[in-house]
């Protein structure tokens, strides 16, 4: 089975304006990121909030220190949340992610019922920094495409803080 090629590159799309609140909670989740790479493991972070702006999770990558390859950030902060947090609170809740979340988090957060994700850096850009390395590639699938094969909506905003947000990647991955 051969991946998908893209005779043109994927345009890049704009950041995201946000809100005084939603900044606050990235950059909570980009500085994760950055205790993910000092540990050793891919620097992805990701904070879970409810309605209220209440603390419900929070989480780093830690597919190194672990050995498991499903320890992503935001997968490890839905296993937090589940089964104590109750689906109507889900349901109202934002993920923040430090970047796009992949596939396999994509679908953790459509199975946990969490309600709306704001991410940093978008997999477009991502992808100049983890390079062409086949163990560092990625399913070439937007969170979008699999946020709106949900029966139930998920409000999903970013790229945002770019720039903040790509600072955890910049000499880290294998060119």
């Not at 050995?67 to 997968?75: N, P, V, Y």
Request: hydrophobic residues 45%; contains cysteine; proline residues 6%.
């Amino acid at each position: 089975m051969s991946a998908l090629v893209f005779a043109t590159p994927l345009p890049l799309e704009e950041p995201a304006p946000l809100g005084d609140t939603d900044g606050t909670y990235l950059r909570q989740a980009i500085a994760l990121s950055g205790t993910a790479r000092a540990r050793g493991n891919r620097p992805f972070g990701a904070v879970v909030v409810d309605a209220q702006g209440a603390l419900l999770a929070e989480a780093y990558c830690s597919t190194t220190e672990t050995g498991d390859c499903t320890a992503h950030a935001e997968t490890n902060a839905v296993r937090q949340l589940s089964p104590r947090v109750p689906r109507e609170v889900l349901a109202q809740a934002t993920l923040y992610s430090s970047a796009e979340p992949c596939v396999m988090c994509a679908g953790a957060i459509f199975w946990s019922g969490i309600g709306r994700v704001v991410f940093g850096i978008d997999a477009v850009r991502l992808r100049v920094f983890r390079g062409e390395r086949a163990e560092q590639r990625d399913a070439e699938l937007s969170c979008r495409d699999v946020f709106a094969a949900s029966p139930h909506e998920i409000e999903c905003i970013g790229p945002a803080l770019i720039d903040e947000a790509s600072l955890p990647h910049v000499g880290f991955w294998k060119a």
